[in-house]
């Protein structure tokens, strides 16, 4: 049974997340994080909602000094199934006193909207109208909001901010959505060809005869509950707070300074939803249910580079849902940003040029190797926070898992959700470079399946990539004019 979003006012006056709070030296590494001396006082109206405290931009106030940060946070109980007791995240630069999550919206992109703000092109106190910005088909809510082990990363109330904060932004609250709902028409060159050979056939309704697909979908910006995500990193909350701290150049004084603040929005890249067919269908398991949970790739997926197979196998996921829909069940793919295994696409190339370049030749029996001689690490994704959207649009069950990852796959029947059917890539869409790719992971573990069976050792050291000739004085068109990366 879903639980009810409330639609009548709730007052809440007493902070639920004090008995999560824990200020002592001995916590925080023997750094003393700032306490408030001032009595926190609760500027309520008769209907609970407290007034906001507007914050002048031309004034900078340092985190890191006392009294500058959330010296009377709104108060927020991550995991309540009410929107109102849970509270909104703040995290605007308008309420910089009542501020209860660290960070800024828009992950990375809010450094763009500081450019904006240096070229006079946007006023920083500007406040977006959201009167027309509503979800166009409704998501939730599910029982899995209200479980942290199970939602994490993401708000699962940060697409209908104006239906359960509507009260709070008539009183002049700026509290942004983290989550959009749009519905949209994809064209694949694959599916226009598909069309045309017959492998996919256009029912006017989920696949037009352009080979057009429609899709409901939505986009979503990470907002982390940092006790959650340490306990699935198996760590302290201290820990995972200095860890980022430190590795971010102290760019966040807050994580060290403020344990009480237990909310994060993490400078990195969000995810994006897609949906064929009835999104309404999704926690019914016994309807069909395709997916595919796609980390970026933008060399293979936008310039169809041949080293990986993740187009490919992107593509092929998309068929896969198209026909699920047609079927009258549901496909979902969910395209996170972790551009090459969350190391980026510098180091991503980097790495193809030490492939390329070690003795031998690109090869399949030291694919990885190469990753952790440039990166230190062979994969930071780690796949502990990808179940969240999954939960957040109602699954468990999918019938169709169209991946051969064992992290993936672990992490999420982890959680619940049940997997029925495992699919692996079609070897004829597996590009000949990307032959050490497919080798290497399935030797190390990832499912075979009955298309990829047999793989041993012999196979892995005699499976090799495309040589180049780096520093021989050849060039990419001496290479068959086939694409270096």
């Not at 809510?141 to 939602?151: E, N, Q, R, V, Y």
């Not at 986009?219 to 982390?224: L, R, T």
């Not at 896969?320 to 009258?328: F, H, P, V, Y």
């Not at 040589?467 to 694409?483: F, L, M, P």
Request: with cysteine; aromatic share 8%.
């Amino acid at each position: 049974m879903k639980p009810e979003i409330a639609t009548t006012t709730t007052t809440t006056t007493t902070r639920e997340t004090d008995n999560l709070n824990n200020n002592t030296e001995e916590n925080m590494g023997g750094l003393t994080p700032r306490v408030s001396k001032k009595a926190r006082t609760e500027h309520h109206e008769q209907d609970g909602i407290p007034i906001p405290d507007f914050h002048d931009s031309d004034h900078i106030q340092l985190t890191s000094h006392p009294d500058a940060f959330g010296v009377d946070p709104v108060p927020i109980s991550w995991g309540h199934p009410d929107p109102r007791v849970r509270g909104p995240v703040i995290c605007t630069v308008t309420h910089s006193s009542q501020r209860n999550a660290i960070g800024a919206h828009q992950g990375s992109y809010c450094i763009y909207t500081g450019l904006a703000v240096a070229a006079n092109k946007l006023d920083p106190n500007y406040v977006p109208d959201l009167s027309l910005t509503s979800p166009v088909f409704p998501i939730g809510p599910h029982p899995a909001w209200s479980d942290p082990k199970k939602i994490g990363s993401i708000d699962p109330f940060g697409h209908i901010v104006t239906q359960c904060y509507g009260d709070w932004l008539e009183k002049g609250w700026d509290i942004r959505p983290t989550i959009a709902v749009t519905k949209a028409h994809i064209d694949l060159p694959e599916c226009r060809e598909g069309v045309a050979s017959g492998r996919l056939i256009p029912d006017g309704k989920i696949l037009l005869p352009s080979g057009q697909s429609v899709v409901a979908k939505a986009a979503i910006e990470p907002v982390w509950y940092l006790p959650e995500i340490a306990r699935r990193f198996q760590t302290t909350e201290t820990h995972l707070r200095h860890s980022i701290f430190r590795m971010t150049n102290g760019m966040y004084p807050e994580l060290i300074t403020r344990p009480d603040i237990k909310i994060f929005l993490p400078p990195i890249g969000g995810l994006t939803i897609y949906i064929w067919g009835d999104p309404a269908t999704i926690p019914d398991e016994d309807i069909e249910l395709t997916c595919r949970v796609h980390d970026e790739c933008n060399g293979s997926d936008v310039f169809g580079s041949d080293i990986c197979t993740c187009r490919p196998y992107l593509t092929h996921a998309i068929e896969e849902c198209i026909k699920t829909a047609q079927r009258g069940g549901c496909g979902i793919v969910i395209y996170y940003r972790k551009e090459g295994r969350s190391l980026g696409e510098v180091t991503k190339y980097l790495v193809y040029n030490t492939r390329k370049r070690q003795e031998g030749g690109d090869s399949a029996d030291r694919y990885f190797r190469c990753t952790e001689q440039v990166a230190g690490v062979q994969d930071t994704r780690f796949q502990a926070l990808m179940p969240d959207p999954l939960h957040f649009l109602g699954v468990t069950k999918i019938h169709n898992f169209i991946s051969m990852s064992d992290m993936k796959y672990n992490a999420i029947v982890s959680t619940g959700i049940q997997i029925v059917n495992r699919v692996e890539i079609p070897p004829e869409m597996v590009p000949e470079d990307a032959m050490v790719e497919i080798t290497a992971k399935v030797f190390h573990g990832y499912n075979a399946g009955k298309a990829y069976q047999g793989i041993d050792e012999e196979e892995l050291k005699k499976t090799k990539g495309r040589e180049y000739g780096y520093d021989k004085n050849t060039t990419a068109s001496d290479e068959d004019g086939k694409d270096q990366a």
